[in-house]
């Protein structure tokens, strides 16, 4: 699992679901190929202030 220079190498995040054989330095993480090839997850969707819910009303005073 280990080469020299004491880092580590893992296996493609899809090793199993697509037959990879490629070795990446991040756990988990996907290689070049299985990005190219379009396996990768899609990016998520940044948060705007559009999407955040809106404050709510302050309670009247009485």
């Known amino acids: 699992m ?6 580590n190498k893992y296996r493609c995040k899809f090793f199993l679901t697509h037959n990879c054989n490629n070795w990446v330095w991040v756990n988990g ?3 070049a190929m299985c ?3 379009g396996y990768s997850d899609p990016p998520k969707k940044a ?3 559009k999407d955040k819910p809106a404050d709510p009303k302050p309670a009247d005073k009485k």
């Open 29 to 31: 993480g996907e290689c």
């Open 35 to 37: 990005m190219a090839n």
């Open 2 to 7: 280990s080469g020299s220079g004491g880092f």
């Open 47 to 49: 948060e705007t202030a």
